[in-house]
């Protein structure tokens, strides 16, 4: 009977410690929040939304990220296996819509117990005759509820004694804004959004980001996030990040991105980093410009590129994931392709690589006294698995940092064809055989960052065609309202004739990206021993800027050179 009541004692310990460790296990920050996002019927566009929630998530690599289209299934066990469910569905309008008794049962003692739910735009438009669902879920579409077509608005008053909010700075995002939105009484704002109609000019100011304590269970929910774009913007990704930690029991936060942390204009403490893959220049945590190589992406580029605190670039946009900072590329290669990457290698998971290899041979760095530094690099260029077609000499030289945050990278690429003939092409244009109205690119490229609105150029005269001259300025208003963007300039000594500036300004996406196009006017053939030599300057230009300080810097460089 003693040895029974030992064994029953050890069992009961037992228990206990293995209870303990599933709650540990949950607020451990080492380890990934398990997340579940329920899908398959919104009346928003979700089959292109949850796939990039999922990649939100993913990259972060703070989270592990399961999808379901059909939540009927679940169980309380089913809940159990995820710390929070993500609710990118909604039954709206069929709002009389209920879940099995058992069903709402289960998520009920999911949630009571310590389950995380997070409810994005309309996620929480559902089962409008369960109150315990609104009660969670905070925020629906009501019978007040409106809003117009997408536009810009400044998501401000942030909570600073929250964790999900504190240390946030106002940002601007391009969203559908709800007005009156049905909030559950209990809910806690933390954020709001104001804006300017753009149909009638009327004001509008909403609160936009909520929280609320159902039992041991959190939940988070915000009016925005209606499509594509908004779920791309910087701001809202890191409150969508936050948000899903908070509930899931982390009350740790990852650091803010520099666009969204308060700048201290008066502590500039400049340092270098090197890596395996990347040089990097930094202001205190933040980069200034980072240089890589040897990375999953097969080919050299600067990202972040920043101006003053601004990240200007973006990587592997959805869109295009080839498109990858401030890089050189050329596209097609005695008929191979070195632009895109294979269908079968496009994503983290499979890989990058295209069918002709960008292949660093030798690459060395010089970083000096002053901030500035100096990257070369030797390249050949060969299909996958083939011989070597072309050679590439690159010196890459960079300016330290003004006191406002401006400096310029320099390149000087020289290409050498070691086969009888090298044939440097690309997509044709439309006044050509088979063209395309996106034909012509190659070269030197930037694609911006995705935060950004309100393109604009400037350019040496006030002509709209601007394909000839001798320097391009893009520019943009900022995710934190600020201006900022690039000018390049070509060497008039060095450059072909055949370039044109190539320039992309689609806000829907957004897809925002420029290029002194070397090629768009035709290809260029080079035989054995032949060179082209090519020579850019791109100024990183924090705030306004106009044509008079622009004509200034393309004189200073073509009198430096």
């Known amino acids: 009977m003693r040895d029974k009541r030992i064994l029953f004692q050890l069992f009961a310990a037992l228990c206990s410690i293995l209870i303990l460790c599933g709650s540990c296990e949950k607020n451990n920050n080492k380890s990934p929040v398990r997340v579940l996002i329920l899908s398959g019927k919104n009346n928003h566009e979700w089959s292109k939304t949850t796939p990039l929630l999922q990649r939100i998530y993913i990259e972060t690599r703070l989270f592990t990220a399961d999808v379901t289209d059909e939540p009927d299934t679940l169980d309380f066990n089913s809940f159990k296996r995820y710390d929070v469910i993500v609710s990118n569905r909604n039954t709206w309008p069929d709002n009389d819509i209920r879940m099995t008794p058992e069903w709402e049962k289960d998520f009920m003692q999911y949630i009571r117990e310590g389950g995380g739910a997070v409810f994005i735009h309309a996620g929480a438009s559902s089962f409008y005759t369960w109150e315990d669902y609104h009660s969670i879920g905070i925020g629906r579409w009501g019978k007040e509820t409106s809003h117009g077509k997408p536009q810009r608005g400044k998501v401000y008053g942030f909570d600073q004694d929250h964790p999900i909010t504190r240390g946030v700075i106002d940002f601007f995002i391009v969203d559908e804004l709800w007005e009156k939105t049905d909030i559950h009484p209990d809910a806690i704002p933390i954020a709001s959004i104001s804006w300017s109609d753009e149909t009638d000019g009327h004001k509008a100011d909403e609160k936009a980001l909520f929280t609320c304590q159902t039992g041991k269970g959190r939940s988070f929910y915000t009016i925005l996030g209606h499509d594509e774009r908004a779920l791309l913007n910087t701001g809202l990704q890191t409150l969508l990040i936050r948000g899903t930690l908070w509930v899931a029991g982390r009350e740790k936060m990852p650091e803010l991105q ?8 008066e502590n500039r403490t400049l340092s270098w980093e090197k890596t395996d893959t990347s040089f990097c220049l930094k202001n205190g945590v933040h980069p200034v410009w980072k240089f890589n190589f040897n990375n999953r992406y097969g080919r050299p580029y600067f990202h972040p590129v920043s101006a003053s605190g601004t990240i200007l670039t973006c990587v ?23 632009w895109e990457f294979l269908d079968e290698f496009k994503t983290e998971k499979t890989g990058y690589r295209s069918a002709g290899i960008t292949e660093i041979k030798n690459i060395s760095f010089k970083n000096n006294d002053d901030f500035s530094a100096e990257i070369e690099m030797d390249i050949s260029y060969h299909p996958d698995g083939g011989e070597n077609v072309l050679t590439e000499k690159s010196v890459i030289a960079i300016s330290p940092p003004s006191d406002n945050g401006s400096y310029y990278i320099d390149y000087d690429n020289t290409y050498t064809a070691v086969v009888e003939e090298v044939i440097l092409d690309r997509t044709p244009v439309t006044t050509e055989p088979g063209g395309r109205t996106w034909g012509g690119y190659a070269g030197l490229s930037v694609r911006f960052s995705q935060d950004f609105t309100d393109p604009f150029i400037i350019a040496p005269t006030d002509s709209a065609d601007y394909k000839k001259n001798s320097w391009v300025y893009m520019g943009f208003n900022t995710l934190t309202g600020d201006t900022a963007g690039m000018s ?5 000594g060095f450059t072909t004739t055949n370039t044109s500036w190539y320039i992309i300004r689609t806000p829907d996406i957004p897809f925002f990206y420029y290029s002194p196009a070397v090629l768009y006017d035709g290809k260029i053939i080079l035989n054995k021993g032949d060179q082209l030599h090519l020579k850019y300057r791109v100024c990183i230009i924090p705030g306004k800027t106009g044509r008079e300080e622009l004509e200034k810097k393309y004189n200073e460089y073509v009198n430096q050179i």
Not at 258 to 265: F, K, P, T
Not at 320 to 338: A, D, T
Request: proline share 11%; glycine share 2%.
């Open 258 to 265: 520099q666009e969204l942390a308060a700048r201290d204009q």
């Open 488 to 492: 390049i300039i070509q060497d008039p």
């Open 316 to 338: 592997d946009p959805p869109d295009h994931p080839w498109h990858i900072g401030l890089w050189f590329c050329w596209k097609f290669i005695n008929k191979v392709n070195y």
